[in-house]
């Protein structure tokens, strides 16, 4: 059967519905979503936990880069692996559709749905970086830094996660993707860069929450580069403004090109 376009409701403004998509979707995640916060958490933590019997405590490069890797393992969890599939599910059972009829923007939807599943991990972030740095007795004076580190690392993750929930062909696809993405952010974030073959680190530069991992191990370290810092949240930002609109363009393909 031949896709027939379908025209998307009337835009109005964007910041009020971009608001209202937030909220209703913070609300939903409170409810159906605590449980996988816990698990995500647990999760990191019990990383942490495994490698502190073959990484040294203190300030060396191992330590910074479990903790940093697990922290944002969390965001990776949520925002990247969760969303991949929320959108899946939602353009498999024709929810889509019903966000089209609605007077709400595309980019309303898309980075609404974005922002409200990358705030859902603020808890687990916090949680996992403060443990983690107490169990390997890291300094807690930049974690500071984390307000800048989950909503930017969040930003990224959350559009990729979209994307490829709206871009995959099937529900099945897409919590593939989701899985891969995550297992992705395990492998290449909690081991330092130092240690990993060339090819691989080329594949870790290419990973969104690797900018955010490298912004918080640098502040984990007696006297930070707060340069290095700058330079890693900024990247982290432009990644996160590439993946949103990435997923502002996929919700729209999506909702425009459903069978008829």
Known sequence: ????????????????????????????????????????????????????????????????????????????????????????????????????????????????????????????????????????QLPLGGLWVLLAVIPLAGAALAGLGAALGLLAPRAELATLCGQLGMSAALLLGVLPAARLPEPVRWLRELLPSTYGVEALAEVLRPGPDWGVVLVNLAVCAGVGVLALALATWAYRRAAVSRPA
């Open 1 to 136: 059967m031949s896709a027939v376009p379908h025209p998307l409701a009337p835009a109005v403004r964007v910041w009020p519905a971009l608001r209202a998509v937030y909220v209703a979707q913070l609300s939903r995640a409170r409810v159906a979503r605590i449980p996988l916060l816990f698990v995500a958490t647990f999760q990191s933590i019990g990383i942490m936990v495994l490698m502190r019997g073959v990484v040294d405590g203190g300030s060396g490069d191992e330590a910074r880069a479990v903790v940093a890797g697990s922290a944002v393992l969390v965001v990776a969890f949520v925002a990247l692996n969760l969303l991949a599939q929320y959108f899946g599910q939602l353009r498999a059972g024709g929810g889509i559709d019903h966000y089209a009829t609605l007077p709400v923007p595309a980019a309303a939807v898309a980075l609404g749905t974005a922002a409200a599943y990358a705030s859902f991990t603020v808890p687990g972030v916090i949680v996992t970086a403060v443990s983690g740095a107490l169990l390997y």
